[in-house]
């Protein structure tokens, strides 16, 4: 493993030198693991409490309801953390699936040995939590933004929600959303079809123009000319 391309990849190592990356990974059992496309990477909660790192490729975060019902929360990015909330709170009504959406190279660590501090009081291991929660509150956000995107009532009115705070994060009308018609309707809590179609229709009427991932908005909105 890289440990200076780890660092430089990874917000959660950040401030901690190559020196007292190698010695931590020790420290927290790390191991990567190379999950291809389709693959579960773990499920929370678990028996052994595990975090995992996106080093490449994204992960799915899905929730698994009683009757097998499953929603698409989150796609996660390289650099990402995944499992630690839902690890943290020991959420064991709820199950927590993450899946590999590309061919992946994910880092494991022992979440036990992240919360307590081993004995040798590593000097990294504060910074590391200090990295850890800022993370958390980061993705928090997202899934509060989610939150209300599905909340409105319409499929127009979840699609230019969500594509108009992809337009704010891009700092411009024009972006590239980071998941394909699938992967969006699951996470827009819609029909994929309906979804399509009215896609088509917001184009016609020159509110938005798109290509596969490529969007541009067209309509002016607040806070947009």
């Known amino acids: 493993m890289d440990v200076n391309a780890l660092r430089q990849s990874c917000p959660l190592f950040r401030g901690i030198s190559e020196e007292d990356l190698t010695a931590m990974l020790v420290c927290l059992s790390a191991r990567e693991i190379s999950p291809r496309r389709g693959d579960f990477i773990m499920r929370t909660p678990e028996v052994h409490p595990l975090m995992g790192v996106v080093l490449e490729g994204e992960v799915e975060m899905i929730s698994e309801d009683l009757f097998g019902k499953k929603s698409l929360l989150s796609v996660l990015p390289v650099g990402s953390l995944f499992g630690e909330s839902y690890t943290c709170v020991k959420a064991r009504r709820r199950t927590i699936a993450y899946q590999a959406r ?20 590593c000097r990294f291991h504060h ?10 509150a980061e993705k928090n956000l997202a899934l509060v933004e989610k939150l209300e995107v599905v909340s409105r ?36 809590c819609a029909d994929r079809s309906a979804m399509t179609r009215e896609l088509a229709h917001m184009k ?22």
């Open 102 to 121: 590309t061919h992946c190279r994910v880092l494991l660590l022992d979440y036990d040995r992240i919360l307590h501090a081993c004995k040798l009081v």
């Open 127 to 136: 910074r590391m939590i200090e990295n850890m929660v800022e993370l958390i």
């Open 153 to 188: 009532s319409t499929i127009r009115e979840k699609l230019l929600t969500y594509l108009s705070r992809q337009a704010e994060a891009a700092g411009s009308r024009t972006f590239t959303i980071p998941m394909g018609r699938v992967a969006l309707a699951e996470y827009l």
């Open 204 to 225: 016609a009427e020159g509110l938005i123009d798109y290509d596969k991932r490529n969007f541009t908005l067209l309509y002016k909105s607040a806070g947009w000319c």
